[in-house]
């Protein structure tokens, strides 16, 4: 009998979800436990297992489409079988470039069940049960659902293991046995620190996941170059000073997204994204900031910083880094961005290659500001100095008007202009 | 090692305990009448030859009065052992039992003991709604009195052995089908739980249950006969590849939890089997504390087979379908083990 895929609940208050990729194409077999789609909500990408083995048929949703939470979007279905019952839900509706109308779930809510062993079970080895097919009375996930998607990952015990084990705390749920039929003896759990071993592994998943695959593309799938100077920011420093005596909460990322902003407002090619087989250069600088958060690396974006006052540029990136680093950031703060400002200046880092956030022209490497020995007319001064690192797409420009647009924020850095 | 009957092994063990200390002395109706029965149901018969009437001493027909009695006599510096003809004339020493002997030790601060001992037969045997109920849960709700429900031969005399060395009053049920099916006094439908039981010394601690069958898929609590009933469903399930573990806690207060919780977590599935009516009962109690305790363990909800709410029927067609019978006991883990 067909399987149908289904949407997991996103959670408290989420009705829908994008969908943003498929693993998998129609036609294509699948195994129980296999990632079968990525549904985004606005707090991480999620990925669902195929809740049952077959082929993939009857995909209602396409990447990019709105999915509701319980939505059935596919079926899983034994060969030679078509999908027994066609979706009548009609779940997909556009997102984009459609304006978002949030229509909530017109649907009834549905209640799962699941028994209580069947929830610890699912808790223990780290399964969302309500993507299970439950096999009990009104549907409800056993623990015979759990075994079967994900059997015990457990390795038989000896009872003296399992002692010493209990004694010293050890963790046996993650020991590879290497007694007989892998059993895991004394010895695993006395000396578990195998040199060889990893310390953990983590699954390139969710925000990871995310990372992981733009980082790729934007390292191997762009023509990347890097620029560095260093520059003069002394005047840049004493500036923000007088602001912050003003009683403004401003920071170097607030003033480098203004300096950067109008310097690609006089070099617009800069400002541009990569489509297809087209370099699209837009008028509003909507400029991302690289933020280092628990969950991984988001780049929410401050969108027409041009028509923005410092104090104002200020408050929403306030706002925006606030979100990004509690969960709250939506992914239309995430996305659409028309260049990049990455910081490592708290790190202490004074120049690096970023990697360009795709499908952007380009990125901003900041290095930290340090007292250096500089230059000033015939002598030599201590001056406040800075490191920026710009790598560029050179299919969408060349090196001139790359080099040009840093050299301009350079000026305003050193106050020049 | 002798081998023999419930009713035949608590006489043992009285006698044993009669002969090893002086202070412990049996009352009741008829227990020790010339030519009777030895109680009601023969466990008695024969010690008032060995101890004479004065230690084997019967009493009117005052249920109240002899229970007030062996009470007085505990906290006197006796060990009385009394035997209520029917389990059903407790609820005529309630005062007795419930606001009396159950308290004392709290009320005196523990300055007074009332050690004593009141054997009840209960059960459906074909007698009707005043000689055939199933009533531990009226007394396992009374703080102060322990109970003990032995199901074999060997916890019967262990059981026995330990109550009267008890400074507490203790309630110990016996079930009339379960004394033998052999003797004048045998019931009709009886089953013979004859066991092996030691002749030296030994007592079965109170408040310890006893593993009756293993089994890894469903845990099965039953008492004096439902753990029988129990044990048959077993084969049977065994048959449609489900193994039941059964539970006998032989104590009912104290109660061996750690035992059943410990079985529940093995198995994740619990039926509880009761004689008694099901609202408010024994098994809601055992069931309550599963779902309390080891919830995180289950896999299903818990199940309680019990008697209707209705009084124990005469009529043995309906006495039938009062008592759960084997076929219930299937078809309820079946039910839950699907």
Known sequence: ?417 | MATMGIAEALREGIREEMRRDPTVFCLGEDIGVKGGWGGAFTVTLGLVDEFGPERIMDTPISESGFCGIAIGAGVTGMRPIADVQYGDFLFCMMDQLANQAAKMTYMAGGAVKVPMVMRAPVGSTRRGAQHAQTLEVFFTHVPGLKVVAPSTAYDAKGLLKAAVRDDNPVLMFEHKLLYGSKGGRAEKGAISPVGEVPDEDYIVPIGKGAIRREGRDVTIVGKLLTVYRALAATDRLAEEGIEAEVIDPRTLIPLDKEMILESVRKTHRFVVVEEDNRTHGWGAEIAAMVAEEAFWWLDAPPVRVSAPDVPPPFAPGLEELYVPSVERVVEAVCRLVA
């Not at chain 1, 046995?177 to 953990?200: M, Q, W």
């Not at chain 1, 607030?254 to 400002?271: G, I, K, T, Y």
């Not at chain 1, 001056?383 to 420009?397: E, K, Y």
Request: a negative charge; hydrophobic letters at 40%; one cysteine or more.
């Open chain 1, 1 to 417: 009998m067909a399987t149908p895929v289904v949407v997991p609940p996103l959670g408290t208050n989420v009705d829908t979800g994008a969908l943003v990729t498929w693993h998998k194409r129609e036609g294509d077999s699948v195994t129980t436990g296999e990632p079968l789609f990525a549904v985004e909500t606005d707090k991480a990408i999620l990925d669902v297992e195929a809740p049952a083995s077959g082929i993939l048929r009857g995909v209602s949703a396409s990447e990019g489409d709105e999915v509701p939470a319980l939505s059935e979007i596919a079926w899983l279905c034994a060969e030679g079988e078509t999908p027994t019952v066609q979706s009548s839900q009609q779940p997909v509706r556009q997102v984009h470039p459609v304006h978002p109308v949030h229509q909530p779930n017109s649907q009834a809510p549905v209640h799962r069940f699941a028994s209580p062993w069947a929830r610890t079970l699912a808790r223990e080895r780290e399964l969302e049960w309500t993507i299970l097919q439950g096999s009990g009375p009104m549907g409800a996930v056993l623990a015979r659902d759990v075994e079967a998607a994900r059997p015990s990952p457990r390795s038989p015990v000896t009872p003296l293991a399992r002692r010493i084990a209990h004694e010293t705390d050890a963790d046996i749920s993650r020991m590879t046995g290497t007694g007989h039929l892998g059993r895991i003896t004394r010895d695993d759990v006395t000396s578990p620190n195998d040199p060889r071993e990893p310390v953990e592994t983590l699954a390139l998943t969710g925000i990871r996941g995310r990372i992981a695959e733009r980082m790729f593309r934007g390292a191997h799938e762009t023509a990347p170059v890097t620029l560095t100077t260093e520059v003069d920011a002394t005047s840049f420093v004493e500036a923000r000073k007088c602001i912050v005596a003003d009683g403004l909460r401003v920071t170097y990322n607030d003033m480098l997204l203004q300096v950067v902003s109008r310097a690609l407002r006089e070099h617009p090619r800069m400002n541009a994204t990569y489509e297809g087989d087209r370099a699209v250069v837009r008028r509003e600088t909507d400029i991302a900031l690289a933020v280092d958060t628990d969950r991984g690396l988001l780049a929410p974006v401050v969108r027409g910083v041009q028509a923005l006052a410092l104090p104002e540029i200020a408050a929403a990136t306030a706002s925006i880094i606030e979100r990004a680093r509690n969960g709250q950031i939506t992914p239309d703060e995430l996305h659409g961005s028309t260049f990049t400002i990455t910081n490592l200046g708290m790190f202490g880092i004074d120049a690096f290659t970023p990697i360009i956030n795709v499908p952007e022209c380009a990125i901003l490497g900041v290095g930290r500001i340090k007292p250096t020995p500089w230059v000033v007319g015939d002598c030599i001064g201590i001056r406040q100095a800075m490191w920026l690192s710009l790598t560029f797409d050179h299919r969408l420009v060349d090196g001139g008007p790359a080099a040009r647009f840093l050299h301009a924020v350079a000026q305003a850095i050193e106050g020049d202009r």
